[in-house]
């Protein structure tokens, strides 16, 4: 698992930004865990799974850290 932080979030998806990446993750409501969309804040710290998704890099299995 990796940790990061959200860094927006936007209508049922948002980014999460990792530490010493340049390039942030996106990930969506449905790839969340043990917490919803609307409890998670900006700078919340998350850990999750890095994926090739459709467009890049994903987050998928997103839970509160």
């Known amino acids: 698992m990796t940790t990061g932080t959200i860094k927006t979030k936007l209508n049922g998806f948002g980014f999460i930004t990792r530490e010493n990446e340049a390039k942030d993750l996106f990930f969506h ?9 609307d409890d ?17 890099k994903a ?6 850290a």
């Open 40 to 56: 998670l804040q900006q700078g919340d710290t998350v850990t999750f799974e890095v994926v090739d998704g459709q467009k890049g």
């Open 59 to 64: 987050a998928v299995n997103v839970t509160r």
């Open 29 to 37: 409501a449905s790839d969340l865990v043990g917490v919803s969309f």
